[in-house]
Structure formats: C-alpha cells, structure tokens
C-alpha cells in the first residue's frame, strides 16, 4: 500500500510553513489553546453526535515525523533546516480535554480544547478535523437512523461507497451511535463492531438455478441463514426458499423494489408458508426517512450504505480548529478571536456543561473563563449541569481508555446514555434549529 | 495506527461467506467476468471521471490474507477451516482490463472488468468499489471545477473535511483531474502532487499585531508568499500587507465575504498601491458555481476545500460490481443478469469504443459480445472510435506503469487529453442527461 504509517504527513502544508516561521520569529512557544467546534449543524439537524475521539488520539500518539517523512519535507524544501531538526523530535506533550467520544453536541460546544506551544498545536489542525469532521459526520446521520429504527436492528452495510479506509472508520462511527452490526470485515478485526453479511446477487448468477444457489448457502450456512430472494422474480424465490430452506428459514433480504407494497406481500407470502419466524431485511437504498416510512410494515432489520457513510446529505460535520487564547511576549493571557465576516469566533477559554431539567436536556451552558486557570467544576446557575469534557492527554500522555476497542464499547454505552436526556422534539427529523439552545456565560 | 497493512479485510463479510459456500459446492472454481459499472451519472451531471485505477491496482497487489487477518476470520467463525487454507495462499491470478485512469465514463460504461475464478474474483468487489467510488466522484467534481475555472489555478485544500485517508486520496483524483496542487503534505509525498499554502488565521491571531505576523510570515517565506488578509478589517490588511511586503508581495488570500464584492474592491486597492502583480486567491466556500460566478472577477486563483472532496454533491459515484458472465458445469459460458426492479443489469462481455466526429465524441459504444473470446479490436460500425480499455492485468500480474506517481502523471495527461474530445455542452454546469448517448450493441 502506498499509505504511510506515521500519521504527521496529514498535514495542510501551512501549518508547518506557521511552524517554520514560528520558530524564526520568536512565537513557537507561546502557550496557545486552541478549540474545534462547529458554528452550526449542518443539514438542519437537531443534534450532532461527537465520533472519531478514539481514533484521533491513536494518531497524534503516531504523529511523529521518521525519515520518510523528514526527507520529503527537505527535498521539496518546504521547511528550512532548523525546522526539520524540531519535527524530528516532535511529540505532543500538552493537553487535550473533550467531549467524550458518543456524546452530543450542539453549535458552538468546545468538542476538543488542545492546550500547548504554538509550535506543538498548530501541527494537529488538518489531522484533528479529518477525523473529527468525517467520523461525526457519520455518526450524526446514524444515530437519526438509529432513532427512525426504533427496536429494529440496523447493519452499516456502506463501505462500497466510501473510501476503503474511510469505509472503516465509518462502521466504528456508526456502530457508536446505534447501529448494531457492519458487513466491513476490517470494521470487526480493528474496532471490535460485529459483522454480518450472506449473500449477494452473484450467488445466485454463478448457479444454474436459484435453487441451486439457495440449496448451497443452507448447506454452507445453514437453515438460519438469510437468503437473498430478488435476483429474479421475487414470489417465485420466497417459494424456493421456502420450498428449499423449510418454514425455519432464518430471513429473506430485499434489495429492490417499492419496500413496503413488496415487504407487506412477502410477510404474507411467508405466513401463508407457515414459515411465520422467517426475519425480513430489507437493503434497498435507505436513509432515515426511508426507515421512518417503514415504521409500519412488517420488516425486521434493516441494511443501511450509502446514507449512513456519506453522512445522509451531510458528509462533512463542518467543525473547524481555531486559536482562542496565547500568550502575549510577557507570558501573559490573551483571548484571541478573528472578526471575519460569517466566520467571526469567540476568543477565550471554554467549559461546557449540559443542563438538565428533570433529566431532560435544556442547554448547552458555555462558560467563557478568563485565561489558563483551571476550569470552574460546577456550573454555579445550573448545580445539577453535567459536565460535558473530559482529560483526554495531559502532558502528552494519552488516555487509553479512549482508545481502540474498549473506547469504541464505552463510546457506544456513553452515546446511548446521552440520547436518553434529550428532549422529545430533538428526535423528529426534519429540518430545525437545534434542540436546545447553546449559551455563552462570560466569567 | 489501527489500520492493517494488508487490504485483504476491506471486505464485505458476504463476500467471504460466498466463497466458503462455493468452494463447498464445487462452483468457486467456475470461471468468472464480473464489471463494475455505473447505472447513471449521479446529480445530472454530464460526464464522469475514472479515478482510483492505479490505487486499487497497488491495493489489490497487497491483498493477501496473513497471520492477523486469517486469526480473525477463524476467531470470528466467519469461514469454515478449508477457506481459511484457500485465503491462506490467495493471490489474484486473473486478468483486469479496464478504462484508463483520468477517462471520462457515461451510464453502462464497463469501467472495469475482472475476469477469473469465482473464488478469487468475488472477494475483490468491496475494495473495487470503495476506490473507485470515492476517487471518482471527487474526480468529477473536480473536472466540472476544472472547467468552471478555465486557465486560472485551482489548488484543492479540503483534507480537514474528508477522512484522513481520503483526504490524501481526494487530493490525487483532485490532480488528476484538472486541480494544479493541493495542501496535503502526504498527498505530496505518495503521490507528487504538488503542495501549497502559507498560513492561517491562526498565525495572525498568535501575534500581538497584524504587521508583526506579516513582517515574519515575509521574513520566513519570503516576498513572493501570500499574506491572509482578513482576519481583521481587509481593507487595512490589504494596505498593512503593501506597506509591509513592498509592491512585489506575492499574493494575498480572501477567506471569507461576498467573494465578487470583496475581490473587485481589493484589486481596486491594490492596484491604487501600486501592486498591480499582487494575485489574489479567494478559497471561501467555493464550488464549481462559486468559481463560474467569479470568471468575470478580478480574482486569479482559486482554493477549494469541502466541495471538492466531498464531490460537491455527490460524495460517491454509484458504480456497481455485478457478475456478467460465467461458466456454466460443463465449462460452456453463460451471460448472467439479475432482473431486479430498477437494478437490472445487462449480461455479457462487454468492449467500449468512444466515437467520434472530428474529433468530437458522439457516443460511447459498447459491444457485448457472446463468451470468453477475445474482444474485437475495432469497432466495425465506427472505424475512427477509440478503443477505451487497457489490460491492466494479465494472469495476476499488474501493469506498474499505472501505479505511484507515474501512474498519476499519466492518468492527469490522459484525463486533459480526452477531455479535449467533450462536445461544448458537456462542459455546462446545469444538470442534464449524459453528454453523449451509451449504445449498447449486441454480438
């Protein structure tokens, strides 16, 4: 594979031309904070769920710059020589606190603060956004997935139509916000998600008959398998299933077609077989509304791609990675924030706090502190506010319990625990202002 | 990082789950013509670009099942201990032949064509299309922006907004098709397209004034680098840049307003100054609407960040891997096609030619012909057409001239070459048929 391993060349080039200029002038060792957070949700939607958290500490624990690396960065001369001497020893040894990796967010929250040098942050901006943006993208359109659902089991069946890596990290995002399995083999070897999958067209196309294919998988698979009834007509295959499979036939998938005129006469089909247990899965080409208008018929489980890896008409969460507080030359404090036309932020320090009413969530409550001070521990106007961020590297050492499988199990706990305090408005899927208000309290 | 080396889990779980069922029943050996193709051009749009062609190439050569990979699939019970034998010494052994890297394609276009045993072919199909899904669409996007900006210089700079693996892999199909350079270091380093970028908003807030960034950013990169002017006022960026850098400042960059406005009113100012070789380069929200809209503007580069990388629209290409043609029992060969509603395919090897008039492509003719036999060579009904595949593979051994950075140099020649063969309305923007008909013709 042509992919590097080190993680340090995912980098904008500026960053390391900020950096090569930094280290000139004096400014590379400024103490900075600097803040990723979305201006808005995109797509109109009423909460964005927070994924890649994991996944990004892995690599900043691999962001370190080997031969490889520093060699192309000579040869095309983008740094100079001193500058190649400080990325040789380049390690993150600030701090990072966060949202945890499944929780909800909402404009403006203070997803990831990264606390260093200048010198140290500025290098993480592009790597921090891919993950974050593309993995909450992901996550975000599954978890409204996830609630259209409803009790019925979904599967990310999508990496076809994402890149083969990103393909990946989708599943992990997925699986995180609801979604119970992954067709993504990688997905299960790298993330622990479970997998699943049978049966494609093809099967059927490689046989002589459709019988013959069905007779094959069972024999290989089992009764409880699922078989894929549509390659040609789809009475006639129900009946072959049947016919070939028993009335303890494990599922049919349905793959095309108008779902719920085709699901209604298929559960009949297989009810008038006596094959009353067999699951129906239906694959064709769904997203949240699709799901929601399935509410009704006599479906089991559904198979979710495209929709869900390209973030259902959202594929990008649109969160971006700013200063907001330096040293100024004595050593002191300065919140910083640029004054560009709709791309204005808000200089300063964030600690966010969610507040509830009755368990119900009513605000997202950002206190604005004045400085490198340690965060305030309680929201004084809201004493029952749970805290929304936590350590995740303080003086370069990463917390691995975010991390791999057992961060992916405890994001998917800690997202399912969050989606309980929202508001009932929260889960219709159309357009809106989202779910509650974010609020800025100036300390 | 998380990731496995090898590509060979960039597998739906079906896939493996066939192949354990066929080599079961004796058909995993039947020869197989599988093709990935596209139904229709997604979003209206009037061309596609082919992408990705040499990546997977280099993905497919690394697609070998070693000790991880196999400890999982037996952990996992995925497959039964005879398949686990056969993924042990898997190496595709087949023949690939296919569309050029940088081809344009139309609905129905074989864009690839996989011939082998079932066994080895039908594991292929996920890693095929996550490639030349995502390298396609990003691909098109950035053809249709290509030709919005005509001669002025595009540079692709959305990495933030797409997986970090994707991002790199945005910035190749970016290149390839029409971009000049990109942000991405790494995209850099594997690929050798080009970098580019200066600095961020950032590296002014870290300075106490605006001219103090300004002075070091020139101290550092020079006079001819390009200066970020809006973090504050522009007007007073604009002449804190002059009156710092001197007349021969390099560039400046606009991030953000009413891009026409903004971009007359500092060309204006300028000029006044006396920097009338000052460039400007605006990267605000830009797609291939944005840049048609600022053709008449005093604007001479442009950046893209999301749109691109995201396909401005259409985030994956919608290409398919369908079984066209096998053998049957007694080793005779049968065209295969499944009937589904809406997913029809058509059956058969299939040879494209593009026709043309003086030099103008008229259609995309492709001939289905009735078996395993060697491909017509010509087009009988169009003598002038052009032939529009390659054999990329032959018996399991790849051509490397598509691979690494040759294989992107020669892909972005191809790509300008061919697009010079478009009809003028293929070149408009609006939504549309395809810009020449698909005719398939029967052998």
Redesign the interface.
């Known amino acids: 594979?042509?992919?590097?391993?080190s993680?340090a060349?995912?980098?904008?080039?500026?960053?390391?031309?900020?950096l090569?200029?930094?280290l000139?002038?004096g400014?590379a060792g400024?103490r900075?904070v600097?803040e990723v957070f979305g201006r808005r949700l995109s797509g109109g939607r009423r909460f964005g769920v927070v994924a890649g958290t994991g996944?990004l500490l892995?690599?900043i624990r691999?962001f370190r710059f080997g031969h490889?690396?520093l060699a192309?960065?000579r040869d095309?001369h983008?740094v100079d020589p001193a500058t190649l001497d400080y990325l040789e020893d380049y390690r993150f040894t600030g701090t990072i606190t966060g949202y945890r990796e499944g929780e909800l967010y909402f404009p403006g929250s203070p997803v990831l603060t990264i606390e260093g040098t200048?010198a140290e942050a500025?290098v993480l901006?592009?790597?921090a956004?891919?993950?974050l943006?593309?993995?909450s993208a992901v996550a975000t359109a599954a978890a409204r997935m996830s609630v259209a659902a409803g009790d019925r089991p979904l599967a990310e069946?999508g990496?076809?139509?994402?890149?083969?890596?990103?393909?990946?990290?989708?599943a992990r995002a997925a699986y995180i916000a609801g979604f119970g399995a992954t067709?993504?083999?990688?997905a299960?070897?790298?993330?622990g998600v479970p997998?699943?999958?049978?049966?494609?067209?093809?099967?059927?196309?490689?046989?002589?008959t459709e019988e013959?294919a069905f007779r094959?998988?069972i024999?290989?698979?089992g009764t409880d398998t699922t078989l894929l009834v549509?390659?040609?007509?789809i009475r006639t295959g129900v009946e072959t299933a049947i016919r070939v499979a028993g009335t303890e036939l494990g599922g049919v998938r349905l793959?095309?077609?108008?779902l719920p005129t085709v699901a209604a006469a298929v559960r009949e089909q297989l009810d008038a077989l006596g094959a009353t247990r067999t699951r129906i899965t239906v694959t064709s080409d769904l997203d949240e509304f699709a799901i929601a208008a399935l509410a009704a018929s006599p479906v089991d489980a559904y198979g979710v791609g495209?929709s869900v890896?390209?973030?259902s008409g959202v594929?990008?969460a649109?969160m971006v990675?700013?200063?907001v507080a330096?040293q100024?030359?004595d050593g002191g404090w300065v919140p910083?924030?640029?004054?560009?036309?709709?791309?204005a932020s808000r200089g300063g320090r964030k600690t966010a706090f969610r507040a509830l009413d009755d368990g119900t969530a009513t605000s997202e409550q950002i206190i604005v502190a004045d400085g490198f001070d340690t965060s305030p521990a309680v929201d004084a106007a809201h004493p029952d506010a749970r805290p929304l961020q936590v350590v995740l590297a303080e003086r370069g050492d990463i917390d691995n319990a975010c991390e791999?499988r057992v961060g992916v199990a405890a994001a998917r706990a800690h997202h399912e625990r969050v989606r309980e305090e929202l508001p009932v408005r929260a889960l219709a899927l159309s357009r809106s202002d989202p779910a509650i208000p974010t609020v800025f309290v100036q300390r």
């Open positions: 594979m042509s992919e590097s391993r993680s060349l995912h980098t904008d080039r500026y960053e390391l031309t900020m090569d200029a930094a000139q002038d400014t400024r900075c600097f996944r892995s690599l691999d490889e690396e192309f960065l095309e983008v200048f500025v901006e592009t790597l956004l891919s993950v943006n593309h993995d069946m990496s076809r139509r994402a890149g083969e890596q990103s393909a990946v990290a989708a067709s993504n083999l990688e299960g070897r790298a993330w997998t699943m999958g049978t049966a494609a067209h093809a099967w059927t196309l490689l046989h002589d013959d094959a998988q024999s290989a698979l549509d390659t040609y007509d793959d095309s077609g108008d495209t890896v390209t973030g594929p990008t649109g990675y700013k200063l330096r100024d030359a910083v924030a640029k004054a560009s036309t709709d791309k791999g």
